[in-house]
């Protein structure tokens, strides 16, 4: 009797592009259980059935938890560069001083805003995907923006797109702002409403009110040389990573 030749078993080549998306988006909403088992189980069992991966090898639960392990890996290493670029970054110029509890505290707190290559507009950032080193030396990260998915997510160089997380000012407030200081302002333009750079040309003090502040603001907008006058809403820039 012959023997039953052993059957020749494809070896795996890699998840698909909208498995990879699939993923990415599970990570952001469940990054406390991607590493389960049960989990790791259910996600390869899901994409073994899709119709794309006819013809292609069997996903295993391994590859699903290694793919999940991976990418924490490398999205805690660009929040650790970012991190530790932030705790060596000195304070920006502003007639605002940080206080000693603000210096002292846990950098692992430290909530950032990046801004944006397709339109310069700076938005909060939800993780460091991923970092990367540039043949000029400097550092990337791979940002994901809070309210926007992966597909939305960019690469942005460290010193000058990424900076702890802008300061709303209060109503009471006011006073600490000068002629001259940088800072994010709200512009409404073209049906669009974004936050920008600005920088103070004029202030008219007014007396508040019940409803708070009634100052005026004139700001000139840095990307576009606009200017407008704005009331309080506005934000004291952050300090500038790196």
Excluded at 6 to 15: E, I, L, Q
Excluded at 59 to 87: I, R
Excluded at 200 to 229: K, P, T, W
């Amino acid at each position: 009797m012959d023997r039953l030749r052993p059957r020749h078993r494809k070896s795996f080549t890699g998840f698909t592009k909208t498995e990879i998306e699939k993923m990415e988006k599970m990570l952001e909403v469940s990054r406390e259980t991607v590493l389960d088992k049960e989990f790791c189980q259910y996600v390869a069992r899901a994409f073994s059935r899709y119709s794309d991966r006819a013809g292609k090898p069997v996903v295993k639960w391994t590859e699903v938890h290694n793919w999940f392990h991976n990418a924490k890996q490398e999205s805690a290493k660009a929040s650790k560069n970012v991190l530790e670029l932030a705790g060596a970054s000195l304070p920006v110029k502003s007639s605002v001083k940080p206080t000693a509890e603000e210096k002292n505290q846990d950098l692992s707190e430290l909530e950032f805003e990046a801004r944006s290559s397709k339109d310069g507009a700076w938005y909060d950032v939800d993780m460091f995907v991923a970092h990367r080193e540039l043949i000029t030396g400097e550092t990337e990260v791979r940002v994901r923006f809070v309210g926007y998915g992966a597909e939305e997510d960019e690469w942005i160089n460290i010193k000058k797109g990424v900076r702890e997380r802008s300061v709303p000012l209060e109503h009471s407030e006011c006073h600490k702002v000068e002629v001259g200081d940088p800072v994010l302002c709200f512009q409404e333009k073209d049906d669009q409403a974004r936050h920008y750079d600005a920088h103070v040309l004029e202030i008219q003090r007014r007396m508040h009110d019940i409803r708070g502040c009634r100052c005026i603001f004139l700001v000139r907008y840095n990307h576009d040389e606009s200017e407008a006058s704005i009331s309080i809403l506005l934000y004291l820039h952050g300090i500038l990573v790196g």
